[in-house]
Nanobody, 121 residues
């Protein structure tokens, strides 16, 4: 299963960005999809995740400005980021876990390649 993230870029402080991430492959189902971020010199941290039923969970101080959503039919997760601050600048990684198949079914946990978000002050 491969994940491809889109939507990063340069934005001014106070602006918005919408990230998307699509999972492709022989997917039977996806349980959780979500986003982490990693800023230079800092540990990777959870931004938000959402399960197949639409229940979301946010990392510390993320809820309010960030909103996670998903399109189950398209195996795609979104992250709407509003009122961006310079400290939100990071590489944002999407991930997904669930069940895939080849000749048999198996659990998977996959990460996207990361998309860079830069916020100018």
């Amino acid at each position: 299963v491969q994940l491809q993230a889109f939507g990063g870029g340069l934005v001014q402080a106070g602006g918005s960005l919408r990230l998307s991430c699509a999972a492709t492959g022989n997917i039977f189902n996806i349980n959780v999809m979500g986003w982490y971020r990693e800023a230079p010199g800092k540990q990777r941290e959870l931004v938000a995740q959402i399960n197949s039923g639409g229940r979301s969970y946010y990392g510390n101080y993320m809820e309010g400005r960030f909103t996670v959503s998903r399109d189950n039919a398209k195996n795609t997760v979104f992250l709407q980021m509003n009122s961006l601050k310079p400290e939100d600048a990071a590489v944002y990684y999407c991930y997904a876990d669930g069940v895939a198949y080849n000749s048999d079914y198996f659990n998977f946990n996959s990460w996207g390649q990361g998309t860079l978000v830069t916020v100018s002050s």
